[in-house]
């Protein structure tokens, strides 16, 4: 009996690390998506009322739909001292991948620092680089989500058979 257990937790362990690293993926997809909808909200902001970039900080770190945005809050509590507390922000984002890292650096360059059509046309870069990125870690996550849970699966019948 206590085998059995043994089994099935040994199992259940397995396939929860492959479940959680195929999650992962998907996760990484979403958060890519969240970014490209504040780029977009942002370039809107600017476009319609030119607001000053540490009111546009705060104003879309208030939205709840951002505040998964680690960066976007940290940022917005000093968001008087951009661009400075932009890149202490993004380096204390552990989220945030290389990539998404160069891409919002460039945001951050770009916000309050040049005319609006400079702003804008880095902003739509940036937008389309973001989802290049997402695209990317849609097809990761398609190809790859599945086999991450099998593994999880396999590994754990393995150490089953080896302890066995």
Request: hydrophobic content about 45%; proline content about 2%; glycine content about 6%.
């Amino acid at each position: 009996m206590q085998k059995l257990i043994g089994v099935m937790l040994l199992l259940g362990i397995s396939l929860s690390a492959g479940q959680s690293a195929a999650d992962k993926l998907h996760r990484r997809a979403a958060y890519l998506r969240l970014l490209r909808q504040w780029l977009t909200e942002i370039t809107g902001q600017l476009r319609i009322s030119l607001p000053l970039t540490a009111d546009l900080l705060r104003m879309t770190a208030e939205n709840p739909v951002y505040r998964s945005l680690e960066f976007l809050q940290t940022a917005a509590v000093n968001a008087g001292q951009f661009p400075d507390c932009w890149e202490n922000a993004l380096r204390s984002d552990r989220i945030l991948t290389t990539e998404m890292h160069d891409v919002l650096s460039a945001v951050g360059q770009t916000l309050g620092s040049t005319a609006l059509d400079g702003q804008l046309s880095v902003l739509t870069l940036c937008t389309e680089r973001l989802a290049d990125l997402q695209r990317q870690a849609e097809q990761t996550a398609r190809e790859k989500s599945s086999l991450y849970r099998s593994m999880g699966l396999f590994g754990g019948l393995f150490a089953v058979i080896l302890l066995l």
